[in-house]
């Protein structure tokens, strides 16, 4: 008899406890002597209790995560001396989805001004805060870093223009950046792969062609940025889309 108890209360263990994880309601045996006489004669008796549903084995079930909404697709601006091919290189797609999209129907015929819809699926631009913006022109750059001390500049923090960029404002780390004017203007707002939205608002006598200097208040910073080939500038024009 104690053997068949202990077997009888074991069982009954282990079925509340797989009733728990599969997240049906729990059910005690209860009682005492008398109850358990009844179980010997008739099965086991149950009181039930109020639980809360678990999910399968691992607790709480979680609500399904909804699906990311697709990125908005891209806007391109065609520039001057553009072409279709040049275009999906620099966003690292192909031509005919490029065609695709537009509807294009022959890769040569483009005009200046034209905007393009760059296909969202195959290239996105990480905007802050979700903003889209026409890019007026994508460049492979090579990044390097500079400060507003002497080592950079050839002014100490006693000269009176230390610290001033050639836009007249005040350097500011994580917005200047120095530029070549012929090829990124003055003003332009762009987005660096990998950095984030910079302001051309500075020159300098190294920075020529495709290349940017980097604003930074640290010249420890600066020396270990050190140089950074290919990568991706985005020109934006400014306007919205």
Known sequence: MAGYRTKLAITITLALLLNAALGLSVQAYSGGEDAYESAVAYGPVYTVYDQPELGPLFGPQL????PEPLPAPLQYKVASGDTLYQIARDFNISVASLMAEND?????ALSVGQQLTIPAAEAVVPLPDGNR???????????TAYTAGAESTGKTSSHSAYGITYSGSKAEEGRTIAVDPAVIPIGSTVFIDGIGIRKAEDTGSAVRGARIDVFMNDLDQAIHFGVKRNVKVYVLSGENV
Not at 63 to 66: I, K, L, Q, V
């Open 133 to 143: 913006q026409v890019i007026r022109q994508v460049l492979s750059s090579t990044l």
């Open 104 to 108: 294009l129907l022959n890769p040569k």
């Open 63 to 66: 609500p399904a995560e909804e």
